[in-house]
């Protein structure tokens, strides 16, 4: 197997982008024989794990990882030594104390945010030590007081420290579904949108839908402050039309949908719209959300995708009628895919010589 894995990495030979998934391809196949034994010989294929991880240090300088491929397939190394440790029956403490060695020396980020990936492999045994041992790391930073020789380089070296360790906490304290540790530690470091989001989701899943609603709204009002939406505040206001009809609010769930769709309209905005609206009115609503997608300045290719995701061939082709061709040519080709072959059948036909429909459609 030692052998398969030298054979796999093939030292020496540098690696381009354009051939790192091929490469990767074959560093799993020897991987997936790895995770075969962990049932019989778990031992050995932690043993085994441990060495590829080992190669895989040694390969770095030699892949081109843009794509990063190289460093997923090594976290999931990662993942299989844990399970493979996991079903020896090691120590927890030792293997959360090996996995914190290789985290503190990772100079290829094959462990960045590791705990994101491990957190849903250790068993329940292994995510407490491993939170234990974090939690000491963080209270250990959290602690240190500034002294009055401590140069601002070394402060922010601290900081950054302190925050890493409280957002490895938070994660695992997420996974272990610990509530009250994740808030308390939320409040220490300083609340976030992206925390409004977890402690909602972590009250959906214990059955609070009226409290998950209060940290919706809190997280949404914190995230009005920022210059830009985060990723969270996104999923945030999905959340909350759902949470209202949960808590049989149906008319206020529709009007916020609703008011959500209007500002950005587009295929997923229209299916969560549509999710509540009653069968009996959605025909009207269909048209009322298709009409306000094409109402004013809207993001051409979203709208286009829209009336192509419901079968609204002829308002497509109504729609790059009116449109002019450096409009359509500035969508890019992947936009015009989509609907190219749709508009030679539904766009009404324009005079000879402006052709330039055509050349963007084929």
Known sequence: ??????????????????GCFRFVDGLEQVAAAIG???????????????????GCYEKAEEVDDSSGSFGMF???????????????????QQTTAHLLAWMDNDQYGFCHR?????ATVLDEAGLAAFIDQIRSRFEA????????????????RRRAETLRWAETL????????????????????GLT????????????????????????????????????????????TELKPRLLADLGHGEQALETAWADYRRHPDRYSYDHLMTFVPQAERPAWHDRAISAALDGNRYLP?????LLHTDETGRLGHLAARTSDSSLEGIGHHAAEKPAPRWNQATPARPPGSGGLRACAS
């Open 1 to 18: 197997m030692e052998a398969e894995i030298e054979h796999a990495l093939d030292p020496g030979r540098f690696v381009s982008d354009q």
């Open 193 to 236: 949108t992206d925390d409004c989001l977890t402690v909602a989701n972590l009250l959906v899943t214990r059955g609070d839908p009226a409290q998950a609603l209060s940290w919706v709204e809190r997280g949404l009002e914190l995230d009005a402050h920022r210059p830009y939406p985060s990723f969270a505040a996104h999923s945030l």
């Open 141 to 156: 930073a959290d602690r240190t007081t500034t002294s009055s020789v401590e140069s601002d380089q070394a402060a922010r």
């Open 302 to 306: 979203a709208v286009m995708e829209l």
């Open 114 to 118: 590791l705990e994101r990936e491990i």
């Open 170 to 189: 938070r994660c695992l304290c997420a996974a272990q579904g610990d509530l009250n540790a994740y808030v308390e530690l939320a409040g220490r470091t």
């Open 36 to 54: 075969r034994l962990v049932t019989d010989d778990p031992e050995r294929a932690a043993t085994l794990y441990e060495t590829f991880l080992a």
């Open 74 to 92: 090594a976290q999931s190394l990662i993942s299989g030594w844990i399970t493979a440790r996991q079903a020896a029956e090691a120590c927890p």
